[in-house]
């Protein structure tokens, strides 16, 4: 096989890898979008105005939010090769480091978006398994009372299984995707075939009138049209993956022409037989292939909520890194790829969360307007966020970001407002998620920056403190001692208190502190900065990407290939453990000081997570009062 030959293979490869882990969500969408149109309290009245304004709003919005906002311009702001909320959110934070207002807002936003996507986590699942089984209804009324138990079984083994890792069954999901969208176009082409007129709402013109002639409605409908580009995320959180290109290519290829397909063709039967509105994405099927087809569909929608699980879990881990998060157990379910990982702790929660919405809510229409307002959120933050990017980093002139940026915020706008109607209808659902999950992330973030500044300001200075050493040595003992610090020059509450108590200093002292950087992954000859402080004293200072995860066993063999060598049995790790005590001050309200000690005795040990030998290990105490 020629070298071209190979890199063609490879190419097809990642697209088809591309349309099996990215689209998996945005391709769900034609199972519920143009249903929940044209129901509901809000729902458009079936005629031909209605039908051809909202296809062309759909695919207009394709157009734009998806086409032009995400693959064309948002994906160019790549962190390192990686994107999604919090990639974003650091080039922000790069660009405003002076700024302190200002950056605090926007990173505030950017969490905010962040906090999101959980909600995101918990209904796509809920409604895209929902919507497929709902299939079975079509095929014979019967199955409607097993709908939801049946979603609640596949839902089940969907999370049971994470721990096992998706490396095994992985491998199917493009093949799987490709599968289901030939099918999409398949069975739109088909029914445009019937009446090909339909494809006249292509023409701009008549989203335009529709808005126009019946702008309440229109302005109602949005709320729905949005349904139709949830998963965009997706695209951008998952290019550190596949990269753009193959992304852009799957897009331009099959997924966007077979979703447009299937949305007219859906479009053409409606009005055909504005009966069939009851559930426009199976009736396109022909009952030979009704059951073939709820099979694909639901194949589809757990593809998309796996993507949208293991999201939860790199999110999650970006999230510890960045120092939003306390310390979870974290799990590698794969031995080739570092990115493939299970966190219990959200698995679970997200469980109970979509079981929860499945039984309450129980068709995927009443879910419509949670998932809408989540979505659109999301959106409107991004759109902000890259108007920065577009000023502080590429330096474009005012009015070029502006011309981009503010159509873009408009549309979002419109979006959100519209959606913001269904609030009580489900909408509060991702919002007070999003609310729960930001009040985490920004207490976790403030406490550790207020024990930062509590224990820098009771430290001693590192170069005074050898000093004093080398004027007046205490005994030392064989062996190595290594401080794990965040605090490289000052003197460790822990080393203090070995001094004090057992009035002895090993012969060998590291200091050890592990940096995390606004970028995803750190290359190896700039992972280790070792400096010699004297009276054999050593700082070592172990660089990471927030995508990665420290490793301290693995620190110490990059020390041993640099001449530092460490003997295991004759090193002892010390780590400081503190006691929190809230008090009335001016850090943090006491009820979030409170929910910050809890966090911070809920995580998993520092020794732990850095994957220090437990044997190896003395923790010693302190109180700190915030």
């Given at each position: 096989m020629t070298a071209a030959a190979k890199d063609r293979k490879g190419a097809i490869a990642l697209v088809v890898g591309a349309i099996g882990v990215v689209y998996g969500d945005i391709g769900t969408s034609p199972l519920y979008t143009l249903k929940t149109a044209f129901s509901g309290d809000h729902g458009l009245a079936v005629n031909a105005d209605n039908v051809y304004g909202i296809l062309s709003v759909v695919f207009w919005t394709l157009m734009v939010v998806v086409t032009l906002k995400y693959i064309t311009l948002i994906m160019r702001a790549d962190n390192n090769g990686e994107g999604g909320i919090l990639a974003l959110t650091a080039l922000v934070s790069r660009g405003l480091e002076q700024q302190t207002r200002r950056r605090w807002w926007l990173l505030g936003f950017g969490i905010f978006g962040a906090a999101m996507f959980y909600g995101d986590g918990m209904i796509t699942p809920a409604i895209t398994v929902l919507s497929a089984i709902e299939g079975l209804e079509v095929v014979t009324p019967a199955m409607d009372p097993y709908i939801v138990p049946l979603s609640l079984v596949i839902l089940v083994v969907l999370f049971a299984v994470q721990k096992h890792g998706t490396a095994r069954v992985g491998i199917v999901f493009g093949p799987v995707m490709c599968a289901y969208f030939a099918a999409l176009a398949l069975l739109g082409a088909a029914q445009i075939l019937t009446a090909p007129t339909i494809l006249g709402a292509l023409n701009p013109i008549h989203a335009a009138r529709f808005f126009v002639t019946s702008p309440v409605a229109a302005f109602l409908s949005l709320g729905a049209v949005v349904l139709a580009v949830t998963g965009t995320e997706a695209l951008y959180a998952d290019m550190g993956h596949f990269g753009r290109t193959p992304i852009h290519r799957a897009w331009l290829w099959l997924v966007m022409p077979a979703l447009v397909l299937n949305y007219f063709g859906q479009g053409s039967l409606i009005l055909a037989d504005p009966a069939a509105i009851k559930n426009p994405f199976y009736l396109l099927v022909p009952t030979w292939a009704l059951l073939p087809m709820v099979v694909l569909a639901t194949c589809a929608s757990v593809i998309a909520s796996q993507a949208v699980i293991s999201g939860t879990f790199s999110l999650t881990r970006a999230a510890i890194q960045m120092g939003y998060c306390p310390r979870l157990h974290i799990e590698h379910t794969s031995e080739r790829q570092i990115g493939q990982i299970y966190v219990p702790f959200i698995n679970w929660t997200l469980f109970v969360a979509v079981v929860l919405l499945v039984v309450s809510f129980r068709e995927s229409e009443n879910l419509a307007g949670a998932y809408g307002i989540a979505v659109t959120?999301?959106?409107?933050?991004?759109?902000?966020?890259?108007?920065?990017?577009?000023?502080?980093?590429?330096?474009?002139?005012?009015?070029?970001?502006?011309?981009?940026?503010?159509?873009?915020?408009?549309?979002?706008?419109?979006?959100?407002?519209?959606?913001?109607?269904?609030?009580?209808?489900?909408?509060?659902?991702?919002?007070?998620?999003?609310?729960?999950?930001?009040?985490?992330?920004?207490?976790?973030?403030?406490?550790?920056?207020?024990?930062?500044?509590?224990?820098?300001?009771?430290?001693?200075?590192?170069?005074?403190?050898?000093?004093?050493?080398?004027?007046?040595?205490?005994?030392?003992?064989?062996?190595?001692?290594?401080?794990?610090?965040?605090?490289?020059?000052?003197?460790?509450?822990?080393?203090?208190?070995?001094?004090?108590?057992?009035?002895?200093?090993?012969?060998?002292?590291?200091?050890?502190?592990?940096?995390?950087?606004?970028?995803?992954?750190?290359?190896?000859?700039?992972?280790?900065?070792?400096?010699?402080?004297?009276?054999?004293?050593?700082?070592?200072?172990?660089?990471?990407?927030?995508?990665?995860?420290?490793?301290?066993?693995?620190?110490?063999?990059?020390?041993?290939?640099?001449?530092?060598?460490?003997?295991?049995?004759?090193?002892?790790?010390?780590?400081?453990?503190?006691?929190?005590?809230?008090?009335?001050?001016?850090?943090?309200?006491?009820?979030?000081?409170?929910?910050?000690?809890?966090?911070?005795?809920?995580?998993?040990?520092?020794?732990?997570?850095?994957?220090?030998?437990?044997?190896?290990?003395?923790?010693?105490?302190?109180?700190?009062?915030?």
């Open positions: 959120l999301a959106m409107l933050i991004d759109s902000i966020l890259i108007f920065v990017v577009m000023r502080r980093l590429w330096r474009w002139p005012l009015w070029l970001a502006l011309a981009i940026a503010a159509p873009l915020t408009v549309i979002d706008l419109a979006f959100l407002a519209s959606n913001s109607l269904k609030i009580p209808d489900g909408g509060w659902f991702p919002l007070v998620v999003g609310g729960a999950v930001f009040t985490l992330l920004t207490t976790w973030k403030r406490g550790r920056a207020l024990l930062w500044d509590r224990l820098s300001t009771e430290a001693l200075p590192l170069d005074a403190f050898i000093q004093s050493i080398e004027l007046s040595p205490p005994t030392r003992v064989e062996g190595t001692a290594v401080f794990m610090t965040a605090t490289p020059n000052r003197v460790p509450h822990a080393l203090l208190h070995n001094l004090k108590h057992n009035k002895v200093l090993h012969e060998r002292v590291v200091f050890m502190t592990i940096v995390v950087r606004d970028i995803p992954y750190v290359a190896e000859k700039s992972r280790l900065a070792i400096t010699t402080l004297g009276a054999d004293f050593y700082q070592i200072v172990a660089s990471y990407g927030f995508k990665e995860e420290p490793d301290v066993p693995a620190i110490m063999d990059d020390c041993a290939r640099s001449g530092f060598i460490f003997e295991m049995m004759e090193t002892s790790f010390f780590v400081s453990r503190e006691t929190l005590i809230p008090v009335v001050g001016p850090g943090m309200a006491m009820w979030r000081e409170r929910l910050f000690v809890s966090m911070s005795k809920n995580a998993v040990k520092a020794s732990e997570f850095f994957r220090i030998p437990t044997n190896r290990v003395v923790e010693l105490g302190t109180q700190v009062e915030l």
